[in-house]
């Protein structure tokens, strides 16, 4: 069964440093999402991607959030200085339509 | 705006039923989602209702809404060691935006 892959499981990184978020959403998915879930909260919606572009984003994901499709296939995250409250998990979600969604297994980020 | 709630734990006895319960605030809400997240994975789409239904039937899953209440739950008959896992409740609304929202999950823990 396709599965949309994320990389790496887990990242440590200090306060401040620049982290890139890896995903490989199923092949023939056109719609790319990114949600996170600080530990013993909700999933929060961060950003959706559709046709090269963000179609829409929530008030979390800020000036300091950017996702990007490099070629084909991946589709990343990045957060140019991160906080000690950006840890969280976070998960990478693709769709044909603009439902169905498949998730992967998630990132884990650690800010120290 | 929307809002989703669970319970945060459930235990039960293999060979039981489970029920998992989630409120929602939102009444336009469209569609209703149960999800499942296995220990290391990503969230699984388990089973999905749409708002005009009041239940529905997928082998050992049953799904019922109370729309007056603004109630979704998730029974699970002769609960496995399997099912051990964290269910999450997900809706998404009427308007156009197909991103849903989640609530916190629920871990469910299946005693032997």
């Known amino acids: 069964e396709p599965e949309v892959t994320q990389t790496p499981s887990h990242q440590v990184t200090q306060m401040g440093q620049e982290v890139i978020l890896r995903c490989v959403p199923i092949?023939?998915?056109?719609?790319f999402y990114w949600y996170r879930q600080i530990l013993g909260q909700k999933v929060e919606f961060l950003v959706s991607?559709?046709?090269?572009?963000?179609?829409?984003k929530s008030e979390i994901f800020d000036d300091q959030f950017s996702v990007e499709r490099p070629d084909g296939s991946n589709f990343t995250l990045k957060i140019r200085s991160t906080k000690l409250e950006d840890s969280a998990m976070y998960f990478c979600?693709?769709?044909?339509?603009?439902?169905?969604?498949?998730f992967g297994s998630g990132t884990r980020l650690t800010v120290v | 705006g929307e809002d989703v709630e669970q319970s945060l734990f459930l235990s039960v006895r293999e060979g039981d039923s489970s029920v998992i319960n989630c409120t929602y605030t939102?009444?336009?809400?469209?569609?209703l989602y149960w999800y499942k997240q296995e220990p290391g994975a990503g969230l699984q789409l388990l089973t999905y209702?749409?708002?005009?239904?009041d239940m529905k039937q997928d082998q050992r899953l049953t799904v019922l809404l109370n729309k007056k209440d603004k109630h979704l739950s998730l029974r699970i008959a002769d609960t496995q060691t399997g099912d051990s896992a964290i269910y999450f409740c997900?809706?998404?609304?009427?308007?156009?935006?197909?991103?849903?929202?989640f609530g916190r999950g629920t871990s469910l823990i299946v005693h032997p």
């Open positions: 979600a693709s769709s044909e339509l603009r439902a169905g969604y498949t």
């Open positions: 092949s023939n998915h056109l719609y």
């Open positions: 991607f559709y046709n090269n572009e963000i179609s829409e």
């Open positions: 939102d009444s336009s809400s469209t569609y």
């Open positions: 209702i749409f708002s005009n239904m």
């Open positions: 997900a809706e998404t609304l009427s308007g156009g935006s197909y991103i849903p929202t």
